[in-house]
């Protein structure tokens, strides 16, 4: 059995669902992309700057010859979940749910960078899963993971674009998969019309900067105007991969990892709200919104709260005028004010319906 195939097998082994291989050639074919993007102001701030660490492998492994690219899956049917949903909640995206998946793939890409140095001597590696600087979707793309669609996500066709990324660049030469051929988005522009903020501006236009995903992680001020828009949103957004029709049917998790647990997939609003960092630290390690910190997400759940609008929740709200951190003050304030604001407005038209 060659590498390559030993490789396959114990990925498999592990619970890998997708794996595919590529050359360590630069990505070329992304640079104008990238350049286009940059001009247009559509970055996020949580890319790598260097434009050419994003193309070219040998800046981050200067001997790198393959990189090893995973997908696990993460859609889980949320119709077989018993969860108690609180009174006010705040909803995390299905990539929050369960265990971190940086945690998950990262321990699958060591298991697989452990075998590759038994099976080769002087074997090096470098593995990352959203931290690495190549654009993790066209790596997996030129590994024949997917194809790309409107919305700029990557599609497989057992999956969908319910998947996680990881890869890792390695100074052992592997015979590469070619991107898949005839499969392409199916154009229903669904995922644009869709979207909340706009910012999937055309096919394969995305502006990162407008995106919620995006702006809930972000540490800058939300925009009034934008608040109303993230709903009940804590963490990320599933609209344009929920409307897509190519993960209509997919396969469901392999792995009970993304199930959501001790930290359900629908916050407690109130509790987050009056959490310790201890407290904060100890239900949040695991998962993946935890990563920006206490502070953002509280924020979330003050923004979360009011656009539930219940007048009765400004005693919530309260408590947080006195908080020693200044930009949560000015969330409590403005959230009081909007459910007043609300208060009054459903007063004066039960006044005037009774008349």
Known sequence: MNLKDKIINYAKAIGVDLIGFTSAQPFEEVRQILEDRREAQYLTGFE???????????????????????????YIDDSQLEVEKPQY?????????????????????EAIGKL???????AEYKAFVDTGPLVDREVAHRAGLGWYGYNSTLINEEYGSWFFIGYMITNVEI????????????GCNLCIEHCPSGAIEAPYVFNGNRCLSCLLQKRTDIAEEDRVKLVKRLYGCDVCQTICPHNKGVRASSTKDFVPMGTSHQVDLVKLLNMSNKEFKEAFKDNASGWRG?????????????????PEAIQYLTPLLKDPRLDIRQYAEWGIERLKEKK????????NNNQ
């Open 294 to 310: 206490k502070k953002v997400l509280q924020r979330n759940a003050i923004i979360a709260l009011v656009n539930q609008g219940t």
């Open 116 to 122: 590759l140095e038994i099976e080769v001597a002087g």
């Open 48 to 74: 790598e700057e260097d434009i050419e660490l994003r193309i070219d492998p040998r800046k981050t492994l200067q001997t790198a010859k393959s990189i090893i690219v995973i997908g696990q899956g993460y």
């Open 344 to 351: 009054n407005t459903s007063k004066a038209n039960t006044e």
């Open 89 to 109: 909640y705040g909803e995390l995206a299905r990539t929050a749910w369960g265990k971190d998946y940086h945690l998950v793939l990262h321990e699958k890409l």
């Open 175 to 186: 015979k590469g998969d070619m991107p898949l051929k005839n499969k392409e988005c199916l």
